[in-house]
């Protein structure tokens, strides 16, 4: 079985390097080993248009742009905007799971109830 590795070879220098790939995917940091000299800075990527970088790893979303999908917490975006209310998004963010309807009365009431503004701070704003 091969290796998890991406060998490569710098044409300038004739060194060879050993980069790790984890889930399908090289860390850019690791190129910075590739120098010419000791005071060189390191092979940098260059992906202007960012077609070709992962920027983080998530179990929570899942992104494919080619294929237009979206997804928070395994439901498609377009659903949640779609059908879904502020407060039950919210909800979704907050607990991770969307709510039923006994939980959407108690996470609507908690919300409104806690969101009232005192009257002296009223009076301030009003200043």
Do not use: C
């Not at 377009?78 to 006994?102: D, M, R, V, W």
């Not at 009365?105 to 009257?119: D, G, S």
């Amino acid at each position: 079985m091969p290796a998890d590795t991406l060998s490569i070879t710098d044409n300038r220098t004739g060194k060879t390097y050993e980069i790790p790939i984890s889930n399908g995917a090289i860390k850019a940091m690791d190129l910075r080993q590739i120098k010419t000299s000791v005071d060189d800075f390191g092979l940098m990527a260059y992906d202007p248009a960012l077609m070709n970088t992962a920027s983080t790893k998530s179990a929570i979303t899942y992104l494919d742009g080619d294929k237009g999908i979206l997804r928070y917490r395994g439901y498609p975006i377009e659903q949640l905007a779609e059908k879904s209310t502020y407060l039950e998004t919210a909800h979704l963010i907050f607990y991770g799971e969307l709510p039923n309807q006994a939980q959407l009365a108690e996470w609507t009431y908690q919300i409104t109830h806690h969101t009232f503004l005192h009257e002296n701070l009223k009076h301030l704003l009003e200043g």
